[in-house]
């Protein structure tokens, strides 16, 4: 439908806020956000699958307080993006653009980090504002919280989608016939892997405040 | 006051938009007391000492916030009907650091380790039955996020209100109430059915995919699926640490059907 890449980033990017900036309706996971991306440009099969893969690989990675996992939300949006924009429903190609959106999704790990820090900053301001009688700070330092959260998604959306497409669709026309076949069976393999992880998950999953 | 609650429920959403490393969750906790404070303090100076009282530290799980939010309102409620005193200022800093710990624990492992693996799970399981028919799949695929969104929605939106609800009405016994029946037994569900699912999932996919080109290269279908299911699930799940790295499996997967197409 569209290969718009500001359009696809902005809906990346409020995506991505969704993962602490506002609400947390899990918009944010792989298994909703990549067939988003496959609907709008129109290959919402491979979207799934590949939403699937990451969403059952990476089924433990939440952010909870000051652990920050790798921002899965990226590999499955980057990868999506850039499978349907240069080679439309090829499953060795979407097993590429998942290997190459983890260094991505970790540099948008290290962008948030960032990001976070930058908060204190205006948590400071608020303070000092409330200190002054400046109560109207409170609502304005969460209104410019959010909109620095979406900038820098929207932002490094734009620079993965442009720059790391022109990487990608390069490097992919190299590989040879051997490892586009070892890709192929990835497709198939992957979910195992990934059932794997969700037994994994659930195995170590322990309440023990309630256990009594 | 009605409208007030409505309002505080609302900011709830952006508990953690101004997260940070110092005091993580603070601004975001008095973004959501504020229009509450605004209606029991007419005073401005002693709306500034309350507004002052919640700078502090406060880090819990997002979406568990909500009862200690509606405990901190009540007791702000008293100390303007029955005066300030230091008693009851330093017990809503010893509610916060008392609470804030064992709700994030159960939040993280119901809502981050049971429901939303079991509405993806779900999710899953539907978008592998619909792909064993084209037709269906091309029609109803949209149908599989929303799915996961409506389940884990359903379930997250409702105990983000009872929790805000239970907090103002039975105020500190709300902890109490809330253990008797809710958590536990959800827990409990949780725990029959993150075995199930899974299991499920796993036979349906074998049954529609089986393991397509990988099967047929190097050894019987049904030989490989067997080794390479039971390999990972009992390597993952029995021998594997507690702290796998999920990036160190994906790259070891992709290595491994190199390799095998070698």
Known sequence: MTENVIFLAFIAALCTVDIIGFGQFMICRPIFCAPLIGFFMDDIGTALWIGMIVEMIWIDAVPMGVALPVDISSISILSTFWVCKYFMSLYEAAIWGLILAIPFAYLYRWIDIWGRNFNIKIMYWVEKGIQNGKDGRINLGIALGLFFFVSRAFLFYIFAMIIGGWIYANIYLQFSELILEGFKKAWYLLPVSGFGMVMHNFRNIKTPFLRH | ?262
């Open chain 2, 1 to 262: 006051m009605i409208k007030i609650y409505f309002k505080m429920f609302m900011r709830t959403f952006f508990i953690q938009t101004l997260w940070n490393y110092e005091r993580m969750q603070n601004i975001g906790f008095l973004f959501i007391l504020k229009p509450f404070l605004y209606k029991i303090y007419l005073n401005k100076d002693k709306r500034k000492k309350a507004l002052l009282r919640h700078t502090g530290y406060f880090n819990t799980h997002p979406y568990m916030a909500n009862v200690i939010v509606a405990i901190i309102a009540n007791i702000e409620k008293k100390i303007v009907e029955e005066g300030s005193s230091n008693e009851k200022i330093s017990d809503i800093n010893a509610i916060k650091s008392v609470m804030e710990g064992p709700l994030a624990a159960i939040g993280d492992s119901f809502f981050g380790g049971t429901l939303r693996p079991l509405a993806a799970l779900i999710s899953i399981s539907m978008l592998i039955f619909l792909k064993t028919s084209d037709s269906w799949f091309g029609a109803y695929n949209v149908l599989i996020p929303l799915l996961f969104i409506f389940l884990y929605n359903v379930v997250h939106i409702s105990v983000r209100c009872r929790l805000m609800f239970v907090g103002f009405i039975f105020d500190r016994e709300s902890i109490v109430r809330l253990l008797r029946f809710n958590f536990k037994l959800l827990w409990k569900m949780g725990n029959v059915g993150k075995f199930i699912i899974p299991i499920v999932t796993l036979f349906l996919y074998l049954k529609v995919f089986g393991f397509g080109p990988a099967a047929n290269n190097i050894l019987p279908k049904t030989t490989v699926n067997i080794v390479f299911i039971y390999g990972v699930i009992l390597v993952l799940s029995i021998f594997v640490s507690r702290k796998f790295s999920p990036t160190f499996l994906f790259y070891g997967t992709i290595l491994t059907c190199i390799i095998m197409s070698i």
